[in-house]
């Protein structure tokens, strides 16, 4: 707690005189951009605030942002708030001066290089954007999402103070709390894991899978709360060494076309996802099994990654976010365009253990449009 303090040491470090400050309008609302400004003041650091930005943006979105920052001079870029924000800061710390846009990193990403440095302070548990060099953009042509990833994007420092995600929602606790949790079960279920990935994500899933039910049901439990911060950033950390697989390539569509939380359209498919995986990464899940539940090591390899799968499903149901589509409008006469958008986040399911064709992810969204 506290630890926002510490932008005074970066600002000095970095030897910085304006800040480009990136933030959205509920994180000004709920006072936490103050305890920012309030350091920046301190410091007699000069700072221009963009909060325009809205929750999971399109490209055109950002390219806005962009925009109204080239009017600015700055030497930092400083983003408070949650995925979306800290995405969008990423972003223009490489499009600051450029001459080129969003949509250009769409089609190649590697255009562009680092042009200001940048400090995230993640204001929701579950993001891991503080961590990562992704960047996540709506395109709306398509109705679906897309990463646009650049090692430069990689933030040069980080703030995690848990008082920032003290007053947060008990739903926001929750969905993002889910995405994190899908993070690291991804991440460690990966073809592309490694041994560093592996270590990160084994940590960060201890950390979430044993503190998020406490956490949405107890609010002011702020151990378990900065437990998960923490979790949400290690989460970060294995998705640069080994990148997510299927359950966020099939929620990109959900949230591109039916604007669903990012957070709740990974839990939603997130079981579904994993039981359909299981016969392909049974013994990956048994091993995060051992890391997370030691209590559980006797059961045999399929046991404990019953359990896991078991687990996640107990933690989206406890925590209130809905087990399927039905109180978001998605129909079943909108399967085929689900499948088709699925079935083309191949960045993503590339990274999947088990291939999936257009039966199985038809499968696994019928899963989730059915009523329970």
């Known amino acids: 707690m506290g630890s926002i303090e510490d932008v005074q040491t970066i600002l ?4 910085a005189k304006k800040a480009l400050v990136f933030t959205d309008k ?3 609302g709920a006072g936490l951009l103050d305890k920012l400004l309030a350091v920046l003041e301190h410091c007699s650091v000069d700072y221009q605030v963009f909060d325009e930005l809205k929750p999971e943006p399109a490209y055109g979105d950002v390219e806005a942002v962009v925009e109204q920052m080239n009017r600015e001079n ?3 870029i400083i983003a408070i708030g949650g995925g979306s924000v800290m995405d969008a ?3 223009c710390s490489l499009l600051k001066g450029s001459d080129y846009t969003v949509k250009d990193l769409l089609d190649n990403p590697l255009l562009a290089s680092k042009q200001l440095k940048t400090v995230m302070i993640p204001t929701t548990c579950g993001t891991g954007s503080e961590a990562t060099c992704n960047a996540i953009v ?3 042509e398509e109705q679906s999402k897309k990463g646009i990833v650049n090692a430069e994007m990689i933030p040069d420092y980080v703030i995690l103070d848990a008082q920032m995600i003290a ?12 995405d994190a949790l899908a993070h690291v079960v991804e991440c460690y279920t990966s073809k592309k894991a490694t041994p560093l990935s592996d270590t990160y994500a084994a940590a960060g899933a201890k950390l979430i899978f044993r503190n998020i039910e406490q956490a949405y049901k107890n609010p002011s439990d702020m151990e378990a709360k900065n437990n998960l911060l923490l979790g949400a950033f290690y989460g970060g950390v294995a998705i640069t060494g080994s990148g997510t697989t299927a359950v966020h390539a099939l929620s990109y569509p959900l949230g591109g076309k039916y604007h669903i939380p990012h957070g709740v359209s990974n839990a939603i498919l997130f079981a579904h996802v994993m039981a359909f995986n299981k016969d392909a990464c049974a013994e990956r899940l048994a091993q995060l099994c051992d890391a997370v539940y030691p209590e559980q090591s006797a059961g045999s390899g399929e046991e404990k990654a019953d359990y896991m799968i078991e687990r996640i499903a107990a933690i989206v149901k406890n925590t209130d976010i809905p087990t399927n ?6 129909k079943m006469e909108d399967l085929d365009f689900l499948v088709d958008a699925g079935s083309r986040q191949q960045r993503l399911l590339v990274n999947n253990m088990k291939e999936l064709s257009l039966e199985d ?6 899963n989730v449009l059915k009523e329970d």
């Open 12 to 15: 000095k470090q970095e030897s």
């Open 26 to 28: 509920g994180v000004a």
């Open 74 to 76: 700055g030497d930092i």
């Open 89 to 91: 800061a990423k972003l």
């Open 138 to 140: 709506a395109i709306p």
């Open 167 to 178: 007053g947060l929602p008990a739903s926001i606790v929750a969905a993002t709390g889910v």
């Open 325 to 330: 589509l039905e109180a978001f409008g998605v």
């Open 361 to 366: 992810i038809r499968s696994i969204y019928l």
